[in-house]
């Protein structure tokens, strides 16, 4: 839990402008797919889940393993930061390739 316990994650407020503009920008493609509406709760669900998951995890973590969360999340982190050049690299592919897609669809139609 140390990480969430350092005062740069306490000073990031929640509902601050660009969590705003991010939902607005996901909720945006949602709308303009034409589906019903049962559709489009689905897909705002699925939105929402996966928003959770990032701050979430950790914290169910700790609450289900109790004490022995601490060594586990602690792992964790330290496999993060060794492997961080490249869990971005797979991210920035992921995006890269999401792109690429994207351009070829709107070159072809």
Request: glycine content about 16%; hydrophobic content about 55%; charged content about 20%.
């Given at each position: 839990m140390?990480?969430?316990?350092?005062?740069r994650r306490q000073r990031r407020g929640v509902?601050?402008?660009g969590d705003v503009d991010r939902t607005i920008?996901?909720?945006a493609p949602i709308a303009q797919t034409g589906a019903s509406a049962g559709a489009d709760v689905v897909a705002v669900a699925v939105f929402v889940?996966?928003?959770?998951?990032?701050?979430?995890?950790?914290v169910a973590i700790y609450f289900w393993?109790?004490?022995?969360?601490?060594?586990?999340?602690?792992?964790?982190?330290?496999?993060?930061?060794?492997?961080n050049a490249a869990v971005m690299a797979v991210l920035c592919l992921l995006i890269?390739?999401?792109?690429?897609?994207?351009?070829i669809a709107v070159?072809?139609?």
């Open positions: 140390l990480i969430l316990a350092t005062p509902g601050r402008a920008g996901a909720a889940f996966i928003a959770i998951l990032g701050p979430g995890l950790p393993m109790g004490e022995g969360a601490d060594r586990r999340l602690a792992d964790i982190k330290a496999w993060m930061i060794r492997h890269g390739a999401k792109l690429v897609g994207d351009a070159l072809s139609a």
